[in-house]
């Protein structure tokens, strides 16, 4: 998801990540799509796919949002979810499904995917802008939310961490029914360095998700 930088006009800023779960929705955080982008007159937001976007590359244009509504804006109680219909299907990619398993102890230590199109380092906007991902262990669950590269040291490749631009984007694994969405990144405590990472769980907002159309 692409915006532009108000104080610039700056086309291209990569502000949030999401996943094409059908051919015409975006399942992305809600904290990314703040009504205050969505601006009908002149929206400032749009979407854009493949490995590294430019603003060559097709541009889709949102149609609808539906916001989860026991998002409150307090991050740790989960539900941070949007669905961004858009006003035209997406072509040649792929969309994967959100899945409807939950994760349990058992899965505790086993590799997440992550996958996000944001900066290497906080201040680095051009650094955003390419799809990068890292295997990451799953690290705790809530009851709403689960965690990912928790108490990990830096020597271990599950350590991978999130910055600017990969809010919205997707963990994936599979539970048992294919590579599936089980998670959308929502916050870390430690921006752009090592650390851990909170998701929040499909599985938590199953009502939402069918309403949307997208489970």
Not at 62 to 88: C, M, N, Q, R
Not at 89 to 118: A, D, F, Q
Not at 128 to 134: L, P
Not at 174 to 193: A, F, P, R
Request: aromatic share 8%.
């Amino acid at each position: 998801m692409t915006g532009k930088d108000k104080r610039t006009g700056q086309d291209l800023v990569y502000i949030c990540t999401g996943t094409i779960v059908k051919v015409n929705k975006i399942l992305t955080a809600a904290h990314c799509v703040n009504r205050m982008y969505l601006d009908w007159e002149n929206p400032w937001i749009s979407i854009r796919t493949g490995q590294n976007p430019t603003s060559d590359d097709p541009r889709f244009t949102i149609s609808t949002v539906s916001w989860d509504a026991e998002f409150t804006g307090d991050w740790p109680k989960g539900h941070d979810f949007a669905v961004i219909t858009l006003s035209s299907n997406t072509s040649g990619v792929t969309p994967i499904p959100v899945s409807r398993h939950r994760l349990e102890i058992k899965h505790l230590g086993s590799y997440l995917r992550i996958t996000g199109y944001g900066r290497t380092s906080p201040g680095d906007v051009a650094s955003g802008g390419t799809k990068r991902y890292a295997d990451v262990g799953l690290g705790g669950l809530s009851e709403k939310t689960f965690t990912a590269g928790t108490n990990m040291p830096s020597t271990d490749p599950r350590a991978q961490t999130i910055c600017y631009g990969d809010s919205g984007g997707p963990a994936l694994a599979d539970l048992g029914s294919g590579t599936e969405v089980i998670g959308v990144t929502s916050y870390t405590v430690n921006n752009c360095q090592e650390g851990w990472h909170v998701r929040t769980d499909t599985a938590d907002a199953t009502s939402f998700l069918k309403s949307a159309g997208v489970l």
